[in-house]
């Protein structure tokens, strides 16, 4: 798992991995979209789906804490050990989106979501024990709000990359 130095450092390396990974769309036709590849776990809207649905989830867990709401993790009526079903909520929810509409809905909740990081001191960002809804929402380990962050981003913005890069090669 990568460490940052410090928040920018952090905003620069989801900006970066974002990029990429969103260039990998380029030349996706709309009408393959939903198309599934052999070996490949996600069809391209499944995969905008996938990242859309973590980053608002992300963005919310924060937006409930700070009104004094408990936020739930990972999401109202799922469960941790049960995350395909929020995956299906994910494909269901922004699957009917067009790929560009994914793209520029995704583009924009980074942008929301590097605002917010901005926002944070650096004790928030990467001390313990900042946000009730990060020490909610694992058992046993203490995770810094960043690591969320990275792990909802910049860690499957960069994985995902080669999955949607052999959709391409079997399909396009």
């Not at 130095?5 to 989801?14: H, N, R, V």
């Not at 919310?60 to 700070?66: G, I, K, N």
């Not at 792990?151 to 079997?170: D, L, Q, S, Y």
Request: proline share 3%; aromatic share 12%; hydrophobic share 35%.
């Amino acid at each position: 798992m990568k460490t940052y130095g410090s928040k920018e450092e952090l905003i620069g390396a989801i900006q970066k991995s974002y990029e990429k990974y969103d260039q990998e769309f380029n030349g996706i036709p709309e009408k393959l979209k939903n198309q599934s590849a052999e070996g490949v776990d996600r069809t391209p809207s499944e995969n905008l789906s996938y990242q859309i649905g973590w980053t608002i989830l992300l963005l919310e867990w924060e937006r409930a804490e700070a009104a004094g709401r408990k936020a739930v993790t990972p999401a109202e009526g799922f469960k941790w050990n049960r995350l395909g079903d929020l995956y299906q909520e994910f494909y269901r929810k922004y699957g009917s989106l067009s790929i560009k509409q994914q793209r520029t809905k995704l583009r924009e909740n980074i942008r929301i979501l590097c605002d917010w990081i901005e926002s944070l001191s650096e004790q928030e960002l990467f001390e313990p024990h900042q946000r009730e809804w990060a020490d909610s929402a694992t058992s046993k380990a203490v995770w810094p709000v960043y690591k969320f962050i990275h792990v909802n981003t910049v860690a499957p913005f960069t994985n995902f990359r080669t999955k949607i890069r052999k959709w391409k090669k079997e399909i396009l």
